[in-house]
């Protein structure tokens, strides 16, 4: 699974109107409206590259209102969630 996290500038008066055509996307998984110098990020998951490409370069940068998007690719996750998955040995607690 490819993960991309991809900052997004909107038009102002259309932040929500916007959000909601990137969230209904395929391959994206959320979308969170935040503060400072773009409007939104868009959570991307996709089994490759050329989805990659599909979705973000084919359909989301297309989505009318947006101005501007900047994608990062991530490499590994790191969470309190996958750590303890990764440590849960299947042992009860005091064992």
Same mark, same amino acid.
């Given at each position: 699974?490819?993960?991309?996290?991809?900052?997004?500038?909107? %038009?102002?008066?259309?932040?929500?109107?916007?959000?909601?055509?990137?969230?209904?996307?395929?391959?994206? =998984?959320?979308v969170y =409206?935040?503060?400072? %110098?773009? @409007?939104?990020?868009?959570?991307? *998951?996709? *089994? =490759?590259? @050329? %989805?990659?490409?599909?979705?973000?370069?084919?359909?989301?940068?297309k989505v009318?209102?947006?101005?501007?998007? %900047?994608?990062?690719?991530?490499?590994?996750?790191? =969470? *309190?969630? @996958?750590?303890?998955?990764?440590f849960a040995?299947?042992?009860?607690?005091?064992?």
């Amino acid at each position: 699974m490819i993960t991309a996290i991809v900052l997004v500038k909107t %038009e102002v008066d259309q932040i929500p109107e916007v959000a909601e055509a990137i969230a209904a996307l395929p391959g994206v =998984s959320e979308v969170y =409206s935040v503060t400072g %110098e773009m @409007d939104l990020i868009a959570m991307v *998951r996709v *089994r =490759s590259h @050329d %989805e990659l490409a599909d979705v973000i370069a084919g359909t989301l940068n297309k989505v009318p209102g947006v101005l501007a998007t %900047e994608t990062h690719i991530a490499f590994r996750t790191y =969470s *309190r969630h @996958d750590l303890e998955a990764a440590f849960a040995l299947g042992l009860e607690d005091g064992a």
